[in-house]
C-alpha cells in the first residue's frame, strides 16, 4: 500500500477494504479468504479467482453493483478505475457541465466505467468494444444492473476509435471521452516489459490478448485518438485517456504541445502500481488552470548545460549546430524528434533503444591518430601547395566524420523506436540555443533505465567528438 496516500483525495480506497467484513457479509469470499490465529482475514492476490471474487464482492459491497467477471477476462483493479471515475468527475466539474454523456472507448467485458458513472453519478454513458464475446458481458452486466436507460453499449466493426460513432449520428455530443488502451504491441513485449531490477508483481495476472495488445501499442493508440480528436473538437468537450507507461505520457505530451493542444495531466496511485491520466481539449477550458495536475513528490531533474565550442571553418549558428547534433544521433543509432524551432532555440526529444555511446575509447584512438599528421601536412603544403593541403585537409575531416559513423544504420525513420513500440534505454530532450553570442547546449532526462549517467554519457560523447564532425548546410 506504499502509494496509497497519493490516491485521488476521494478514493473510499484510501483506506484499505475491510476484509473481516467481506468474510462474514459473503460466503464466495470466505471461500477464498484465509483467517488466522489472531482473527486477520488475508487472500492470496496472486490467485486469479482470489481477485475476481475480491473485486466482485466489493463492485457489490462499495456500489450495489452486481458483475459478472469472466473467468477468460481482465480483471479490473477497482481502486485504479475509481481514480479515474473521480479525476473525470473534476474534469466536468470544473467546467460546470449539466445532463453529462460520456464515452467510453474499449469498455471490456465488465464495462466497469460505465458502471460506476452511471451508479455514482447518474451521468449517460455510451460504451464501445469490438470483441464480440466483451461486448456481450458488457450488454449482460447493463442489464443485469437495470442501466440499460442510462448505459448504451455498442460494437465498433471499425478501425477508428471515435469516427465510426458520427458516421451514422452527426450531430453526436459527449461531454467527455475516456480509454484503457491496450499496453503492448505484441506478446514478446508484453513478456519482457516488466524490468528485472523491480520485485515481482503482488496481483495475479489476468486478461485476454485482446485487452492487453494493440498494433503499435499503447503510444500509437493514443496516437490516433489524438488525430481523430481534431475532426471532432465540437463534438466532445474533453478528450481523456489512461496511460500505462511514463515513458509514452512524455511522448504524448509532447505531441501535444507540438500541435497547441491544451491538456492537464494527473498520476492515478494505488498500492505498489502507478498510472497516468492525459486530458485535452479543443474548447475555451484551460484545463491545466481548472485541474491542475496531481503528481506525487518526486526528485526534479535538473536540465545539464554545456558551452558548444567553435571549430575552425565551420558556422557557429544554431542552424549548424542542430544539423551536427543530429548526425550525431544519427552515428548512435538514437531516434530523434525536432519539436520547435525558433530563430535562436531548437528543441529535440531524443530516444535511445541500446547504449551505443559508451565505450568509445578505440574510436578515440584512431581519431587522435588522424589528427596527429600535422608534419605530413607541412611537407604537402611545401610540395602541392594550399590547393593540395586543402584537399588532404578534407579528406581527412571526412575520414573523421565517417568514422564516427561506422555504426549507422538507416534513420529515414526518425521516431521508429517509438513506432515499433520498443523500451527506451533512455528518453530525454536537447535544447540548442544562443545566449550572449555563445551556442548552448542543454539536457535533461526524461526517462530510461540508463538514468541520468546516460545523459552524461552522451553529452560526454558529444564534446568528445564536436570537433571531428563535419556538417555542410546548403
Not at 24 to 53: P, W
Not at 140 to 148: A, G, P, Q
Not at 374 to 388: A, H, P, S, V
Amino acid at each position: 500500500m506504499a502509494l496509497n496516500k497519493f490516491m485521488h483525495p476521494r478514493n473510499i480506497y484510501k483506506t484499505p477494504p475491510d476484509f473481516s467484513k467481506l468474510y462474514k457479509t459473503y460466503e464466495e469470499f470466505s471461500s477464498i479468504a484465509k483467517m488466522d490465529i489472531t482473527g486477520k482475514i488475508t487472500i492470496d492476490f496472486k490467485d486469479t479467482r482470489a481477485l475476481r471474487i475480491l473485486t466482485k464482492c466489493l463492485l457489490k459491497s462499495d456500489f450495489g453493483l452486481n458483475v459478472v467477471i469472466p473467468e477468460n477476462r481482465l480483471v479490473p483493479t477497482l481502486p485504479l478505475r475509481l481514480n479515474y471515475v473521480l479525476w473525470i468527475e473534476d474534469l466536468m466539474m470544473s467546467i460546470q457541465k449539466t445532463n453529462i454523456t460520456g464515452l467510453d472507448i474499449g469498455t471490456g467485458a465488465c464495462a466497469i466505467y460505465p458502471l460506476l458513472i452511471a451508479t455514482k453519478n447518474k451521468w449517460s454513458m455510451v460504451a464501445t468494444e469490438k470483441d464480440d464475446e466483451s461486448l456481450e458481458k458488457a450488454r449482460e452486466n447493463v442489464e443485469i444492473n437495470s442501466l440499460k436507460d442510462l448505459i448504451k453499449v455498442q460494437k465498433n466493426t471499425t478501425s477508428s476509435l471515435i469516427e465510426h460513432l458520427f458516421l451514422a449520428e452527426t450531430d453526436l455530443k459527449f461531454d467527455f471521452c475516456m480509454c484503457n488502451p491496450p499496453f503492448y504491441s505484441n506478446i514478446q513485449d508484453l513478456w519482457e516489459s516488466r524490468s528485472p531490477a523491480r520485485p515481482p508483481p503482488k496481483n495475479g495476472f489476468t486478461g485476454a490478448p485482446q485487452e492487453l495488445i494493440t498494433e503499435g501499442g499503447e503510444l500509437e493508440f493514443c496516437r490516433r485518438l489524438i488525430n481523430e480528436s481534431e475532426n471532432y473538437r465540437n463534438s466532445i468537450s474533453i478528450f481523456t485517456t489512461m496511460i500505462g507507461h511514463k515513458y509514452n505520457m512524455k511522448e504524448l505530451v509532447l505531441d501535444l504541445k507540438a500541435k497547441g493542444i491544451k491538456y492537464t495531466t494527473t498520476e492515478f496511485c494505488q498500492g505498489r502500481v502507478t498510472r497516468w491520466g492525459l486530458a485535452w481539449t479543443y474548447q475555451e477550458y484551460d484545463l491545466h488552470s481548472l485541474v491542475p495536475p496531481r503528481h506525487k513528490d518526486k526528485k526534479k531533474h535538473v536540465p545539464i548545460t554545456c558551452v558548444l565550442p567553435t571549430v575552425q571553418d565551420q558556422s557557429y549558428e544554431v542552424e549548424n549546430v542542430t544539423e551536427k547534433i543530429k548526425t550525431i544521433f544519427s552515428c548512435l543509432n538514437i531516434d530523434y524528434d525536432q519539436m520547435t524551432k525558433k530563430r535562436n532555440e531548437v528543441i529535440i526529444n531524443f530516444v535511445g533503444l541500446n547504449n551505443t555511446w559508451s565505450n568509445q575509447r578505440r574510436k578515440r584512438r584512431l581519431l587522435k591518430r588522424l589528427a596527429e599528421p600535422e608534419i605530413k601536412k607541412q611537407k604537402l603544403e611545401y610540395q602541392d601547395g594550399n590547393e593540395r593541403t586543402s584537399e588532404v585537409s578534407q579528406t581527412q575531416t571526412e575520414e573523421k566524420s565517417n568514422l564516427l559513423c561506422e555504426t549507422k544504420s538507416d534513420n529515414g525513420n526518425e521516431h521508429s523506436a517509438l513506432v515499433n513500440g520498443g523500451k527506451p534505454i533512455i528518453q530525454g530532450i536537447i535544447k540548442i540555443y544562443k545566449k550572449q553570442n555563445k551556442l548552448i547546449l542543454e539536457m535533461e532526462y526524461l526517462d530510461g533505465s540508463a538514468g541520468k549517467d546516460g545523459i552524461h554519457q552522451i553529452l560526454q560523447y558529444i564534446k568528445n567528438n564536436w570537433k571531428y564532425m563535419i556538417v555542410l548546410i546548403k
